[in-house]
């Protein structure tokens, strides 16, 4: 059994983180699972777009088993159980590292390759009125990020057969009131007015953002799991066999 009150808030904590990152796991699965189900937005910008929330799944479940494996290491005081605990964390430790200083590198290959995706569904973009599936796609991307146009409303307006009025995306009542509104028909001063950011900006201000945000998270997470295999080697050598 572990001895002193030293080696119990070690195995304290060491439960603890890893109870956290059980949840935290569990999260990510099912995160995983609702971007795999509205990847069908994503489909005809970016190619294999499962990719990603395939990856976010597997992440979730490794970060869930390792953990639960911690969990019953510290739980039952097993010595085998910390010291493989402590190195299959070391490796995951590495691999975070690894994975946020890549996606820091590749933020801006990220972002132009969405950012060529969105500029082709853009221009294949016909009417509200037919049934092609880049229409709902670039629709889902204006209404979302509030934007209109890749480079602004302007964009619309230039296109021969946009040439007098804009998507009904690109204005926030126009969509809630379907083809009944309208928006930002020229000479119409009534009508609508189109968001005013252009949707290549709005994508790149939340790439940037996610990018950044996920890197930070997998440091931190890659500095709690390094911190929790100090201490499952420390409780290893303390526990008696």
Do not use: H
């Amino acid at each position: 059994m572990v001895k002193g009150c030293g080696n119990a808030c070690m195995k304290f904590l060491l439960f603890t983180f890893n109870f956290v990152f059980v949840a935290i796991g569990a999260a990510l699965v099912i995160l995983g699972g609702y971007i795999l189900i509205q990847s069908k937005n994503w489909e005809q910008i970016v190619e294999a777009p499962d990719a990603g929330a395939i990856l976010v799944v597997i992440v979730g479940a490794v970060t869930f088993m390792v953990a639960f494996f911690g969990c019953c290491g510290a739980s039952q005081e097993s010595s085998c159980m910390l010291s493989t605990y402590a190195f299959i964390v070391g490796a995951v430790f590495l691999a975070e590292i690894a994975a946020a200083i890549l996606l820091l590198l590749y933020t801006q290959e990220i972002t132009k390759l969405v950012r060529d995706g969105v500029n082709k569904s853009f221009d294949r973009y016909k009417t509200s009125a037919t049934t092609n599936p880049i229409d709902g796609v670039v629709d889902f991307v204006q209404s979302s990020f509030e934007c209109c146009g890749t480079t602004g409303k302007n964009y619309w307006y230039e296109k021969l057969e946009w040439r007098t009025k804009l998507p009904l995306s690109c204005c926030r009542r126009a969509v809630e009131y379907s083809t009944r509104g309208s928006c930002g028909e020229l000479d119409r001063p009534g009508t609508e007015q189109p968001f005013n950011q252009s949707c290549q900006a709005a994508l790149d201000d939340f790439l940037r953002l996610f990018t950044g945000l996920l890197s930070g998270i997998l440091i931190f997470a890659a500095a709690i799991k390094i911190i929790a295999a100090c201490f499952a080697c420390a409780l290893a050598n303390a526990v008696q066999y």
